[in-house]
């Protein structure tokens, strides 16, 4: 038992990315970039600001840091589509930070975007990142192989117990198995970054509008033909957009 929970230990020594959008960088010269960034901001200088906040995320990656910063560079611009796909990029990295998550409701209801009410299940997974709820899986699933060995190598009277402790632990991979699909098609979001983005009956720049959408509103993309995605809106309504008018969420977290 003893072995066990020292096993335990370590397993949960595991980074669940909890933490908050800290700044660190792999070298020198994206720490001096973020801070004439954060300078550029301070100045009032919010085109400079992005310009070299995009420049940092083009060489070194995302990073929750500056893509919150960049986001609060694209809000005073009032760039209001690409601050919101920036702080929604930032939760992703860092999901339990309270400032990523204030800025983001507060632009939104600012300019009268408002998100359905999430349950208390979406809330508690979104607590967790899609490679925190990975690596929690791993974990219960290296239980389960570890309890069920030790059950083998036990006697009768003393198999049932770690049975049971296997049984829990399978009872949890199931749960942040189905956590970290439900985290990933969350992801599978885009933002529409172009002001007031035509919405059109055909894949063609000449077709039929049925209305304009709100940057910074979501969407859900079916399927795309040429230069145009066919989306359904918040409220249920489909048509086709230029892929130029949007942006996907979804990013490669495997960055600084």
């Not at 370590?10 to 300078?39: H, K, W, Y």
């Not at 009956?201 to 509103?217: D, H, K, N, V």
Request: charged letters at 15%.
């Amino acid at each position: 038992m003893k072995s066990l929970f020292v096993l335990l230990i370590l397993l949960f020594s595991f980074d669940f990315s909890f933490s908050s959008p800290a700044v660190s960088f792999a070298n020198d010269t994206a720490s001096i970039s973020f801070q004439q960034g954060n300078a550029a901001y301070s100045r009032g200088d919010y085109d400079e600001a992005i310009r070299i906040f995009e420049k940092i995320i083009s060489t070194h990656g995302f990073s929750a840091s500056v893509l919150y910063n960049l986001g609060n560079s694209y809000a005073q611009s009032n760039k209001i589509g690409k601050a919101i796909l920036s702080y929604e990029r930032a939760r992703i990295l860092a999901p339990g930070d309270p400032d990523i998550t204030g800025n983001l409701q507060y632009i939104r209801k600012a300019h009268g975007i408002f998100e359905a009410e999430s349950s208390l299940a979406s809330r508690c997974i979104s607590r967790l990142t899609l490679d925190g709820w990975s690596k929690l899986a791993a974990v219960f699933f290296t239980l389960i192989c570890i309890s069920l060995t030790v059950a083998l190598l036990r006697k009768k009277n003393e198999q049932k117990r770690w049975i049971l402790i296997a049984l829990g632990c399978l009872i949890l991979l199931v749960f942040s198995s189905v956590a970290s699909i439900i985290n990933y098609n969350s992801r599978q979001v885009f933002i529409v970054t172009m002001p007031k983005a035509r919405i059109l009956l055909s894949p063609f720049s000449t077709a039929a509008s049925i209305g304009s959408i709100q940057a910074g509103r979501q969407l859900q993309v079916k399927k795309s033909h040429a230069d145009y995605y066919f989306v359904t809106d918040e409220t249920g309504r489909s048509g086709w957009i230029p892929q130029s008018a949007i942006e996907a969420i979804i990013i490669q977290t495997d960055s600084q």
